[in-house]
């Protein structure tokens, strides 16, 4: 933009800077030590250097299986982030318009950050013993046999697991929303239904786009959240871990920096993802400029 | 959804415009719905569940289903007889507001700058991207590996000791960085900052450039731009990541107890030391009262802001 | 494993075995294990414990011998208990501590094993059923010992009885002696008492376990030691002992004896190879693990003996009266066969059936691990990483010395509800 940048952005680039290093503190432990030597341990003296660790992480085996409980955790939060992202951005259309029973929903998911995760996974667990006591009982009675036969329960990652992430990532997306939609124009839509839009083509091309990249970071939330929830899904999952209480668990053994590996295995895919990404899109805004098209879209 | 209609408000018959409030309101409902029906499967009736249990009776062994509010008045214990001393609930309260109160300030003056950064001084959305994705990282290595990873960190023997003794800043390691009030402050201020920033961010952008350089034009300094325009049209999401820093760490324990060597009182610790010893209505009583403070603090706070206007 | 070869794998049983497989398959969580591509049905258990006793070598060999495949479900003590009570259709097999019984039993969430259905029932040592050693020399029954829990009056009943019936709780499968866990390159003077715990020489170094229940007996072992106080029953305290014991823990913990309490195995590993504490109650194996790391780390024997735990094998009331039971008797008895018996016993905790475990190791690991005598070659751990060098021997001595010496056992006392609150007291003090 040519325009010179003024002193706050140094002053505050290196602030942003600062938080980011201490972000990264523990992590960078977590990537020293996972080059321990095969008698490491979690803790520093270092002993030794190696790759062991990483070897260990793609082997596999061990008491449980990481590889298998990344995959059901990944799968657990895509689906999360989905229907975080659908449900928070529907809510947050409605919460535009006042209506009956607004500040009892606002509420609730207020209530529902604010229960301790252990009594919500609880209260789950309890309702999932309700819904197993009642099917073994009475499906029969409703023709339902077949339900009952080899019945053991209802609960599982995508029932009662699902439930409880979505506990705990709807209300961070509502109340994102409500950031989102602050002082958002309502002339613009005003505007698109004059023109005969109808509600939904007018949020799919005008408010849409406008919130598009606030909704992927909801998203992101979203997903951050439920691939790093321990105690809402500790009574709630069923007889299959989540990745994190795989890991929980294991501590409850001799632990082995090969979960540090997994850490730093972690970071370097993420980081090579996004820097892959970011190296297509500057190429792609680079030719854009010379071919003269939005000339002057400045970088940062 | 399928009715639509263009004609503008003034020339609306009432009856009309009756129908097109009707209308607004069932859409609203069924954007809504979804939503509420998943609070209600998921979180009020296992919450009914809870209070149930919570005035349940039981022994050392077993719950009894038998109203009792045992749960509730053995929390209270010694709070009138122990007078002026402090009774345990008492004092477990006001150390987790304490840490609650420290760990708010810190990441709103952290998380505030950091949005702010994000909203004013990177301008391609490309950028904001990369370093919103920047920060999240370490958030994708499960928690469980980040505790752990404190003690060689801040330990006695730790990274950060070992650095200040070899830069001859101290002669022997310090204690206090690692399992006391400092620890556990640090760890929430690392985990929950991100919590502030994401709101604050998109509040931020809302704010119409224009505004900032009129006032500029208009002789503000960079101060008076800050408080009279940034901070007012930024309130609702200061007070969107107030709510999820304070009810997430009024009811935290996995951070207070690591980092705190299971040391430092919180209202969701002795939640969880109920818990473990199998006392479901002692815990669900506990709960209840938590969930009762907190709403309070949470409904002052939305008075002073309310996050639902201007939407 | 790919979504294709879930569903081909579902819609062929489904074929096979109608609707109602179906609904087994969903329910027992194999929907999401590997599928199978017997034409038999699997012989599946869920096997819910912490990982102490997870081993995945166990796993395999277990499979291999007896067809029976092992679905670990890992979590926490607490959560473990926890699970239990919230979903007792989760899991087959519980791996659960003797101490926990006394709130699991209650719940009615246990079913009672047949003794007469184990065959080495009977060969089981006495330490589980009479509370004595081999050689007949009676071992202290403070807490929750495990013959008080052993068994049960009735099929259905839910009080336990203090004369042998057939109706078990909880088979054992494992247990060892816990006691002090030093740092002798940093203390550089013997220990011989529980009082070293709360010495103020060691302010700002020492550590305790953060389950109130075990905590509290610590401490009661530290009163004693320091002739402040003569416990009837360590384990089970009076309201008026506890307060007394817990004032002893508070004026530590004011005084910043405490660096943390320990909540589980790697907590206790990487306090201790850290330096951050030097002096901890702690288990044989995470002193063996500190050890293995080439820190020194002694796991000291003390003049006032030692407190004790012991797990086992229990099944959900939900397997009563399925398949999964015969299989679950199928998996017990295998496990107290041998094979499992020696894999314990390599890794420093104690098997239930001796004689079993005895025939499947060496003469001169058995020497080392229970006999107390010099290792005669290297001591290899179950995973061939060395532990121990030729020469060494046992801290602690022979599996007589160490069980003899046990003076309580973990335990949930009466007075738990008071104990809790007190402990939470403790915590805010």
Redo the contacts between chains.
């Keep these: 933009m040519g325009d010179k940048r003024p002193r706050s952005f140094y002053i505050l680039a290196l602030f942003f800077t600062a938080y980011v290093l201490f972000l990264y503190g523990p992590m960078i432990a977590i990537y020293i030590l996972s080059f321990q030597g095969p008698d490491g341990g979690l803790t520093f003296p270092m002993n030794g250097v190696s790759l062991t660790w990483f070897g260990k992480v793609f082997s596999g085996g061990g008491i449980v299986d990481i590889g298998a409980a990344f995959k059901r955790s990944l799968a657990l939060g895509l689906v999360v982030m989905v229907i975080t992202v659908v449900l928070s951005v529907a809510a947050g259309m409605a919460f535009r318009k006042p209506f009956r029973g607004a500040s009892i929903l606002f509420y609730t998911a207020i209530a529902s950050l604010i229960m301790p995760s252990i009594i919500t996974s609880l209260g789950i667990a309890l309702e999932f013993r309700l819904i197993d006591d009642f099917i073994n009982k009475h499906a029969a009675d409703y023709g339902l046999g077949w339900l009952a036969e080899g019945h053991t329960t209802a609960m599982g990652l995508f029932t009662s697991g699902l439930g409880a992430h979505l506990t705990w990532t709807l209300p961070f997306g509502l109340l994102i929303m409500f950031a989102i939609f602050n002082r958002f124009d309502g002339r613009l839509e005003e505007a698109a239904r004059d023109l005969g839009a109808t509600p939904w083509q007018t949020f799919r091309h005008v408010v849409l786009p406008i919130i598009l990249p606030s909704v992927v970071g909801i998203g992101l939330f979203g997903f951050t959240l439920s691939w790093d929830e321990l105690a809402r899904s500790s009574q709630a999952i069923g007889s299959v871990n989540t990745l994190p209480l795989e890991l929980q668990g294991l501590t409850t053994t001799v632990t082995k920096p090969d979960i540090y590996a997994l850490g730093t295995l972690t970071s370097a895919v993420s980081f090579v993802v996004i820097f892959a990404a970011l190296s297509v899109i500057l190429v792609l805004q680079a030719r854009q400029r010379r071919q003269g098209s939005d000339a002057g879209k400045g970088m940062v | 959804?399928?009715v639509?209609i263009?004609n503008?408000p003034e020339t609306l018959a009432p009856a009309q415009s009756t129908l097109r409030k009707m209308t607004?309101?069932s859409?609203?409902?069924?954007?809504?719905g979804?939503?509420?029906l998943?609070?209600a499967?998921?979180?009020?009736?296992?919450?009914v569940?809870?209070v149930i249990?919570s005035v349940w009776d039981?022994?050392?062994?077993?719950m009894i289903p038998a109203l009792s509010f045992r749960g509730y008045t053995?929390t209270f214990?010694g709070c009138v007889a122990n007078l002026p001393e402090l009774c345990?609930i008492l004092?477990?309260y006001l150390?987790t507001l304490k840490l609650c109160l420290l760990t708010w300030a810190l990441t709103l003056m952290?998380g505030f700058?950091?949005a702010?950064?994000?909203a004013f001084?990177?301008?391609?959305?490309?950028?904001?991207?990369?370093?919103?994705?920047?920060?999240?990282?370490?958030?994708?290595?499960?928690?469980?590996?980040?505790m752990?990873?404190?003690?060689?960190?801040l330990?006695?023997?730790?990274?950060v000791n070992?650095g200040l003794v070899g830069a001859g800043v101290i002669n022997k390691p310090v204690?206090w960085l690692?399992?006391s009030e400092f620890s556990v402050v640090l760890a929430l201020v690392?985990l929950f900052?991100f919590?502030m920033v994401?709101?604050?961010f998109?509040?931020m952008?809302?704010i119409d450039k224009r505004l900032i350089e009129a006032a500029y034009d208009a002789g503000a300094s960079?101060w008076q731009t800050l408080v009279n325009i940034v901070i007012p049209?930024s309130k609702?999401?200061i007070v969107?990541g107030s709510?999820?820093v304070i009810?997430?760490v009024?009811?935290d324990?996995?951070t207070i107890?690591v980092m705190g060597?299971?040391?430092?009182?919180s209202a969701?610790?002795?939640?969880?030391?109920?818990?473990?010893?199998?006392?479901?209505p002692?815990?669900?009583a506990n709960?209840v009262i938590?969930?009762g403070i907190?709403?309070i603090i949470?409904?002052a706070l939305t008075r002073i802001v309310d996050?639902?206007k201007?939407? | 494993m790919t979504d294709r070869s879930k569903k081909i794998s579902i819609s062929r049983r489904s074929l096979l075995k109608g609707a109602a497989g179906v609904a087994g398959l969903a329910g027992t969580g194999t929907l999401l294990s590997a599928p199978y591509v017997h034409a038999a049905d699997p012989k599946v258990l869920r096997y819910l414990g912490t990982a102490v006793n997870e081993g995945d070598e166990i796993a395999k060999k277990c499979l291999a011998d007896t067809g029976i495949k092992i679905e670990y479900i890992t979590a926490t003590t607490d959560d473990v208990t926890k699970r239990v009570i919230t979903q007792p259709n989760s899991f087959d097999v519980l791996d659960t501590e003797y101490f926990s019984l006394k709130k699991l039993v209650p719940s009615g969430n246990i079913f009672p094993l047949d003794a007469r259905k184990i065959k080495e029932f009977n060969n089981i040592t006495p330490v589980f059923t009479k509370g004595e050693l081999p050689n007949g020399k009676k071992i202290g029954g403070q807490g929750t010992a495990p013959w008080k829990v052993l068994y049960l009056d009735g099929p259905n009943s839910k009080t336990f009885s203090a004369a042998p019936t057939e109706y078990v709780t909880l088979i054992p499968t494992v247990y060892n002696a816990d006691t002090l866990g030093i740092r002798p390159d940093l203390i550089k003077r013997p220990i011989n008492s529980w009082a070293e715990l709360l010495n103020p020489e060691f302010k700002g170094k020492a550590s305790i376990l953060n389950i109130p229940s075990i905590g509290i007996m610590d401490a009661a072992l530290v009163v004693e030691a320091t002739g402040q106080y003569k416990y009837a029953d360590k384990g089970n305290m009076t309201k008026a002992e506890i307060d007394l014991t817990m004032k002893v823990l508070t004026e530590a913990k004011k005084a910043g004896q405490f660096r943390a309490f320990w909540k589980d195995f790697n907590e206790s590993v990487n306090l201790m190879a850290s330096g951050e504490t030097v002096i901890q109650s702690m288990w044989s194996p995470a002193v063996t693990k500190v050890r293995s790391m080439g820190i020194a780390c002694t796991f000291q024997p003390l003049k006032e003996g030692y407190r004790s735990w012991a797990s086992g094998f229990c099944v959900s009331k939900a397997v009563g009266g399925s398949p999964k039971l015969d299989w679950a008797y199928e998996f017990v008895n295998w496990y107290l066969s041998g094979w499992a018996g020696a894999y314990l016993n390599r890794q420093g905790y104690y098997s239930a059936v001796l004689s079993t475990a005895k025939a499947n190791m060496t003469e001169d690991e058995w020497g080392y691990w229970m006999e107390g005598k010099p290792a005669k070659n290297d001591i290899k751990a179950p995973d061939g990483t060395l532990m121990e060098k030729a020469g060494a021997v046992r801290d602690g001595g022979s599996y007589d010395d160490r069980m003899g010496g046990v003076v309580c056992w973990n335990a949930v006392m009466d007075e738990n509800d008071y104990m809790v609150r007190k402990w939470n007291e403790f915590i805010a003090a």
Excluded at chain 2, 148 to 153: E, Q, S
Excluded at chain 2, 268 to 276: F, P, W
């Design positions: 959804m399928a639509t263009d503008s607004t309101r859409i609203a409902w069924l954007q809504a979804p939503m509420t998943v609070f499967l998921f979180f009020l009736l296992p919450l569940l809870v249990v039981y022994n050392e062994y077993e053995d214990e345990t004092k477990t150390k952290i700058w950091v702010y950064f994000l001084h990177v301008r391609s959305k490309t950028w904001q991207i990369v370093l919103s994705l920047l920060c999240t990282i370490p958030f994708w290595t499960s928690n469980v590996i980040r752990i990873a404190w003690i060689p960190l330990g006695r023997n730790g990274l070992q204690e690692l399992f690392h900052t919590f994401v709101p604050i998109n509040s952008i809302r960079g049209l609702p999401g969107i709510i999820f009810t997430i009024m009811g324990f996995v107890g060597g299971q040391q430092i009182a969701g610790k002795i939640i969880e030391a109920r818990l473990s010893a199998l006392q479901f002692a815990a669900a709960a938590l969930l907190t709403i949470i409904s996050v639902r201007e939407l």
